[in-house]
């Protein structure tokens, strides 16, 4: 493995692992480890635009509030009904936009990439300990293809 550029810090830090003669267990626990607090750091993003796209239409229905206040506080002047409806309205409108055209597709998108990526740092494992296990390298090759579609995999020669 000397000399070999390896571009996964991830998978870079358990070959060296392995390279430095490692217990197989600490291993496991390190990388388990790395996986689980990456999954908690992601969480925080995913979960401030959740929250952002659950308050978004509640502020939405505050500025529409605020709108009808004005409107009716000045339902003597014709001319102002117009321009307070308006706010009324428009408040609603940004609310629904930012929860379902923002905050909710970027919430969605954040939880595909971590789930995307614990599971490559999954198939890295798996490799790892398999190395470590001292396994075949077509049975390695079997386990590692069950994280791909069947539709994917490759075909097994007779």
């Known amino acids: 493995m000397e000399g070999q550029e390896i ?3 991830f998978l870079q830090q358990g070959i060296g692992l392995c390279v430095d003669g490692h217990d197989p267990v600490l291993v496991n626990k390190l990388l388990s480890k790395d996986i689980d607090l990456t999954i908690q750091r992601h969480e925080v993003g995913q979960t401030m635009f959740k929250n952002m796209a659950t308050m978004a ?7 529409t509030l605020v709108g009808l206040v004005q409107m009716l506080a000045n339902m003597s002047d014709p001319a102002s ?13 940004y609310g629904a936009v930012i ?3 923002f905050a909710q597709p970027i919430s969605d998108k954040l939880a595909r990439a971590s789930a995307m990526e614990k599971t490559n740092k999954s198939l890295i494992m798996e490799t790892i300990s398999g190395i470590q ?6 049975v390695l090759e079997q ?4 994280y791909l ?5 490759p075909v097994q020669e007779a």
């Open 57 to 63: 239409p509640a502020m939405g229905m505050i500025g």
């Open 81 to 93: 009904i117009g321009p307070a409806m308006a706010v009324a309205l428009l408040t609603t409108l």
């Open 143 to 146: 386990l590692l293809s069950t």
């Open 99 to 101: 929860a379902n055209a």
């Open 149 to 153: 579609p069947t539709g994917k995999r």
């Open 7 to 9: 571009g996964n810090p």
């Open 133 to 138: 296990e001292g396994m075949n390298p077509r």
